[in-house]
């Protein structure tokens, strides 16, 4: 009897000894991702171990992220400056992946990973910085319409009962509510499908940023900007909440830019010449 009490003791002893050092085995071992705790690591660690920077950028805005079907590069003010980016980071303007976003998408995938940054006509608002950081504004936009060259549309006081065409997720649909509460408000999933319906005549108007519009009356000179610029419309490349190392990162990559006359050079090739 006494041999029988003592074992099951022994086993116990075992058993405990073999937990404690099995916990202790799964603590101390790299995950496959490459570390510990792979999701604690900053946006610039990242980029270096996987050798190229992910940036969100449009493929529907020409003069800031336009790709070309021939092609397939897409090209742009925006694009450009991903590319400095992965030179600063990484050495190589090369290494770098471009995703496409739209206004509704980039968020998002910014927030599940699929991105580092957000490159991408996008404006800093108070909603949007609680979700995500904003780098230094890179470029002052603002809102306007853009109709055929015969329209009586003049601004916004014209839009009472119009069709106004705008896209999802973007500031200009919010705000052409407020502003021309009376007109009808159709959006789209991207630039390209509002400005198709434009042409179509799904709409009277098509409002967004007075650049990217701009952008889209270079395709097609039967079209004219109309009232002036109605809203502020700053630009900043959007980081993940709390990555303040990154912010800082892309934030001396545009210091250095301005700096050096790179900012202007890039500027005037897609945009023109900066006002003075």
Request: charged share 25%; net charge negative.
């Amino acid at each position: 009897m006494k041999k029988l009490l003592k074992w099951p003791s022994f086993m116990l002893v075992l058993i405990l000894s073999l937990v404690l050092s099995g916990c202790s085995t799964g603590t101390d071992t790299p995950s496959t991702s490459g570390g510990v705790d792979a999701e604690a690591k900053g946006t610039i660690e990242r980029i270096k171990e996987r050798g190229k920077l992910i940036a969100g950028v449009k493929y529907d805005t020409k003069l800031f992220g336009l790709k070309d079907p021939a092609s397939g590069n897409v090209e742009g003010f925006d694009i450009d400056i991903a590319k400095a980016l992965a030179k600063q980071i990484l050495g190589d303007e090369t290494k770098i992946e471009l995703k496409e976003v739209t206004s509704k998408t980039r968020i998002p995938m910014l927030q599940n990973g699929d991105i580092d940054i957000i490159i991408a006509t996008m404006t800093i608002t108070d909603e949007r910085k609680e979700q995500v950081d904003f780098s230094d504004v890179y470029f002052e936009a603002g809102q306007s319409l853009l109709v055929k060259n015969d329209s009586a549309i003049t601004g916004l006081e014209s839009l009472s009962g119009v069709k106004v065409l705008a896209v999802k997720g973007s500031t200009s649909a919010q705000n052409i509510r407020e502003k021309a509460p009376d007109a009808e408000v159709l959006e789209f999933d991207n630039y390209q499908d509002a400005f198709t319906a434009l042409k179509a005549g799904k709409g009277e108007a098509l409002t967004t940023d007075n650049i990217i519009l701009i952008g889209m009356q270079q395709t097609d000179n039967s079209f004219q900007l109309v009232g002036g610029n109605f809203t502020s419309e700053p630009y900043g490349m959007a980081i993940r909440k709390g990555d303040t190392a990154f912010v800082e990162e892309v934030n001396t990559l545009l210091k250095s830019m301005k700096d050096s006359g790179e900012y202007d050079t890039l500027h005037e090739k897609w945009l023109g010449s900066k006002p003075e």
